[in-house]
């Protein structure tokens, strides 16, 4: 250690125990946290990049306080405030000049993200409840800002960050997974009890479920990175393991059938299927699905098997559409969005209003023993119907829009990327964002810190490398 950062480390304990002391003198405990400020706001101004790291190992901790009851706020701490903050300094750099790299702005998906964004503005202002709108619009905003932009950059200009993002997100989930299987175990693992011994961190087992379903196909590249030392592998093993338990024990059933859908995927790009063959492919089995529906839903119907606590019993559920009540709700919530989008077909009803809307447009025979005419019942679970009803036609198109990009960059790098290390993280990641895709056909998360952190992230990683692609594409032209 330096005779400076050894001087700095004893200003720093001083600092603080001076703080400590004030506080308690004072009977004034927040002033406790007064070098923590002081140090956060030093990383804003001197350190982007480890103020991001930081922000996201904090994320699988973070705290909703509505959750807690405190303050009525729906405030995720500590990150909501630290990325409100890096949504001032980037717009405050942003009237100065461009606040990141200029490739990440004017790449197409960036364009998608500011079409969506302005999209979401106009149809705030003609909300049914404009403050609750503007709030998800503001939301929205720091989240990307944060995630895709700050991080994109920085993925651009530090490549060692990339992998690092990963496991700052990984390792602390690892803590929360631990600490809900003590509390599941106490509980005897029931199906019951899994439904909210993640709290306070996650608030339900279909958020936590979510988030183990996205992190296990890059864990499981990043297991395979040769420069990895042998204890390095054990340790991303062993989270890896904890991982795997986590999502085992949560009964989220979507977040199972997102990981066999991207297994299947993988399998289809090993094999070298194209985009185009696989799309044609989806197209036709949509339309076999739309002409035989009736033929489908009666099949469904003769499932009568209810979640349980066995879990070959809950797979079973999963098809379950006669009674068990999670799925039944599902469809209450479904044609509740649709019955609003034909209400409001252009602009909808406005982003977040969802469930204050939807209760007089449920069908009494729609309605489970879990429905509820309160706003306090959830959204439209669905990543493309929510949309559809809270922003119109457009708000499914950019749903839609992402998912297509999603697609196009994953095939598109796995053709171009030269690095081997790089393209095995890029499927990782990119088959991680897709059980994203496919669990948002049962629910949505965009609005938490928990979702977001991953999904706006894996989409600025999959960018910088469509970048670092085609970089090396033009070297080759020029070398040839």
Not at 258 to 275: P, Q
Not at 409 to 433: N, P
Request: with cysteine; proline share 3%; hydrophobic share 50%.
């Amino acid at each position: 250690m330096t005779k400076s950062s050894n001087a700095l480390y004893h200003f720093l304990i001083g600092g603080y125990a001076l703080s400590v002391a004030a506080a308690m003198y004072l009977d004034f405990p927040w002033l406790a946290i007064l070098p923590a400020v002081l140090t956060v706001v030093w990383m804003a101004i001197a350190r982007v990049d480890l103020l991001m790291i930081t922000i996201v190992a904090a994320v699988p901790l973070s705290i909703n306080l509505e959750e807690m009851e405190l303050a009525g706020l729906g405030v995720y701490l500590p990150t909501e405030p630290l990325l409100a903050g890096l949504l001032l300094l980037f717009t405050f750099r942003a009237v100065s000049g461009a606040p990141v790299d200029k490739r990440l702005l004017r790449h197409p998906m960036s364009w998608l993200i500011g079409g969506s964004l302005l999209w979401i503005l106009l149809t705030s202002i003609v909300s049914s409840f404009p403050l609750v709108s503007f709030k998800f619009l503001i939301a929205r905003l720091w989240f990307i800002v944060g995630f895709y932009f700050i991080l994109g950059h920085l993925f651009l200009h530090q490549p060692q960050r990339r992998h690092q993002y990963i496991l700052a997100y990984v390792l602390p989930l690892c803590v929360v997974i631990i600490y809900t299987l003590i509390r599941h175990a106490g509980f005897g693992f029931e199906k019951d009890a899994g439904h909210w011994v993640m709290k306070p961190f996650y608030k339900d087992h279909t958020s936590y479920g979510a988030a183990l379903a996205m992190v296990i196909p890059p864990m499981l590249a990043l297991l395979t990175w040769k420069r990895f030392s042998a204890l390095i592998k054990i340790i991303l093993g062993g989270a890896l393991a904890v991982v795997v338990i986590g999502m085992l024990f949560s009964y989220t059933r979507a977040a199972w059938v997102s990981l066999a859908a991207v297994g299947v995927l993988w399998g289809l790009m090993k094999l070298r299927f194209k985009l185009r063959t696989l799309l044609s492919i989806g197209v036709v089995v949509l339309g076999f699905a739309w002409i035989a529906q009736d033929a489908l839903l009666i099949q469904l119907q003769r499932n009568d098997q209810d979640s349980s606590d066995d879990l070959s019993e809950h797979v079973e559920s999963i098809s379950n559409v006669s009674s068990d009540a999670s799925n039944l709700e599902r469809l209450n919530r479904w044609n509740a969005a649709l019955a609003l989008f034909e209400e409001r077909p252009i602009f909808g009803w406005g982003a977040g209003t969802y469930q204050f809307v939807y209760a007089p447009f449920q069908r009494s025979d729609d309605r489970t023993i879990i429905s509820t005419n309160n706003a306090d019942g959830g959204n439209a679970h669905s990543e493309y119907l929510g949309p559809l009803a809270e922003q119109g036609l457009l708000g499914l198109f950019f749903s839609i829009g992402f998912l297509g990009f999603c697609l196009h960059l994953g095939f598109k790098i796995q053709d171009r990327l030269r690095d081997e290390e790089g393209r095995v993280l890029a499927m990782g990641v990119f088959l991680g964002l897709m059980t994203y895709f496919v669990h948002g056909v049962l629910n949505n998360y965009l609005d938490t810190d928990k979702a977001s952190a991953l999904f706006w992230g894996f989409f600025a990683l999959l960018v910088v490398w469509d970048l670092e692609s085609a970089d090396q594409g033009n070297q080759s032209d020029q070398v040839t």
